[in-house]
């Protein structure tokens, strides 16, 4: 075995067996003198092709990355790729790898002469999917190194991959050999409760991630119709057998939960605030007599809350006896004295006056007004303005402006609007 530097990465030699060293650098004897020392890298299988990964740092970039083994021993060995069209296959050299050129009939190629062909094994259309009650499913295969009595379909979108009635995602490589894909529970910021999942590719730089369960359910089933999801029938994210799988609606999965005991309700719930004890106590104060503003003041929460435990509709199965959901009452309108009204408009009050006083607001005022016949069309309550002024008011109020009065004032002692003042002095005026 022998190593050679890898162009590009300082401090990293590649051998010919396949393994990977780095440079550690570290003083020798306690003094300041500096030796080298050269350690084998770890290796991983996080590669979606199955190829074994080591993780590099980059000091020209100031950040690690992820290369595969078999590209880091073919540039130090080999060289450079000749041409994106070259891929690193098996071969007769000292480090057991040669680059190899794509041509077109070759299943990954995807140059620009073939875009559309799918990427990994190239599988006929007739191939790919069948028939079966109306419904597009994945076609039947064949995988040897498979479970006896397991029937094993292709994903209809991804033909290189099959899904078993077990539960299980197989690849198929160039050669045509059946290989079984072990998925990964991917836990992500924004999934933090993850399925098994595997990375299905599309294209040659287009690799998505899908759940296991999906897939089992469109090779064998058929495409999941349109608002619904796929049930787990026992609540078992980790069994993807297909008679524990069935297409349904997001409420039926919901009950499903339920029937099998993994819905925690009431004090068992992750996000509840209050015990079934508290629960009980919050009832029986509320039967005694004790309003909900209270409750809720009491207990530190809103009184929507204490209504929800009072009703039932939360910790239904906590002790104490609920009064059940009551249907919202509709408000009532404000009712007025119409005669009450109009005497007291007709001898001189404000609409807003009579408003305040009997508390509601002007519009029920106005309207009540225009109902009645003995109300003058003139003094009635038209685009926001205020009824005509007597010539005894509009002398009064230019008496107050000669005194000094500002026109707020002399409007709040008349129990007029400041507009109302504004028109008056400039009447006077005229």
Partial sequence: M???????????EAGSDGTIWSCWRRKFGGGKAMTDEWREVAQHNTSRQGHKTVSMW???AGKSKTCAVRTLVALAHLGPRPSRRHEIVEGDSPCGLVYRRRTRLDATYRGKYDRKAPYGTQVPENERTELVGGVKIGKEVDIPAGKQGVTYRRVPRCPSRAAGTDGTIWRQDQAGDWHSVEPAMIVRPDKPNPYPSVEIPFGKADWRERRVH????????????????????????????????AYGTPAENGRDKVANERSQPGELHWNAKFTNAQVEEIRLKHASGTTRRE????YGT????????????TYQKAPGKTIGSTPRAKPQRARVDTEEVVQRYLAGETQQKIADSMHVARQLINRVLKTDS????????????ERKLTAEAVAQIQSLADEGWAKTAIAAKMGISRMSVYRALGKAKE
């Fill in 214 to 245: 999906q897939l089992v359910m469109q090779a064998h089933v058929g495409p999941c119709p349109e608002g619904m999801q796929v049930r787990h029938l026992n609540d078992v994210k980790t069994d993807n057998r297909l008679e524990n799988l």
């Fill in 58 to 60: 980059v000091a020209e």
């Fill in 2 to 12: 022998h190593r050679k530097e890898i162009p590009g990465f300082t401090g990293y």
């Fill in 295 to 298: 409750l809720a003041k009491e």
């Fill in 302 to 313: 809103h009184k929507r809350t204490i209504g929800k435990m009072v009703c039932g509709t």
């Fill in 374 to 385: 003995r109300v003058p069309d003139n003094n009635k309550h038209r685009g926001g303005q």
